[in-house]
């Protein structure tokens, strides 16, 4: 941050930066295929999963396919590749448990807390998401970060989703702030980052993998490390 700006509020996304998706998403399967009696090798079908996930939520975040077709799809294609027989109405069946079980398991970044901690007293805290609505809304409350937020903005109640200029405008506006007095931090370096960076917000871009190029922006491979910045 330069000597003249004055942050008041920081954004965050949720998924991937605050709660540890990869980690819930492994648990929530593993209940799943239990209950379902799907005899899968848990991480050979998370191998294939998690790059095809990856791959439809950027399809969704351009407008490329419906929520319907993000929810069915990746699970379908994960099956399919994986050659396991399973019938459509199986995938739905995983589908649908899958959002309900997801929010159960609730696995946080290590210094989540403390940071969020340490930033409450300072400024006012708030999350842009692009997840569900409903499964953003349970993760929250069940993981103990509810208490630390102000505002949280859902692409579904924004009506787009990030990187679009309008859900930080509509954040902004929901926070009661400027561009100019705010910060974005999350994992994602186009919906978050570039997205915040485009309307002259600033950002800091949380990976741990150290081989991602930055190009110059503000980067943290450990929540604790906003401390640097704020």
């Known amino acids: 941050m330069t000597t003249q700006t004055i942050i008041r509020d920081v954004f965050f996304d949720l998924d991937h930066t605050l709660w ?17 009696g799907i005899r899968v090798d848990l991480d050979a079908y998370l191998e294939i999963y998690i790059p095809i996930n990856h791959e439809y939520w950027e399809k ?42 997801l929010p159960d398991n609730n696995h946080l970044f290590e210094g989540t807390l403390e940071i969020l ?8 805290l708030h999350i842009i998401t692009n997840g569900f609505r409903e499964v953003q809304a349970r993760k929250i409350e069940n993981s103990g970060l509810a208490p630390y937020f102000s505002t949280v903005t859902n692409s579904e109640s924004a009506g787009v989703k990030k990187p679009n200029p309008l859900i930080f405008e509509h954040a902004l506006a929901s926070a009661g702030t400027q561009k100019e ?9 186009d919906a978050d980052v570039n997205g915040a960076l485009n309307i002259g917000m600033d950002a800091i871009f949380f990976c741990q993998n150290p081989d991602v190029a930055h190009d ?5 491979s450990n929540l604790i490390e906003i401390k640097n910045y704020l």
């Open 20 to 36: 540890d998706f990869e980690k819930n998403s492994a648990l929530a399967f593993a209940c799943i295929f239990d209950k379902l």
């Open 60 to 101: 969704y975040r351009k407008d490329e396919i419906s929520h319907e077709e993000l929810r069915f799809g990746r699970f379908r294609k994960a099956f399919d590749i994986l050659g396991y027989p399973i019938s459509d109405e199986l995938v739905a069946r995983v589908s649908s448990e899958y959002i309900e079980c």
């Open 117 to 124: 901690e340490y930033l409450k007293g300072k400024y006012k």
């Open 181 to 189: 007095n705010s910060v974005m931090i999350g994992d994602c370096i």
């Open 216 to 220: 110059g922006i503000k980067r943290i």
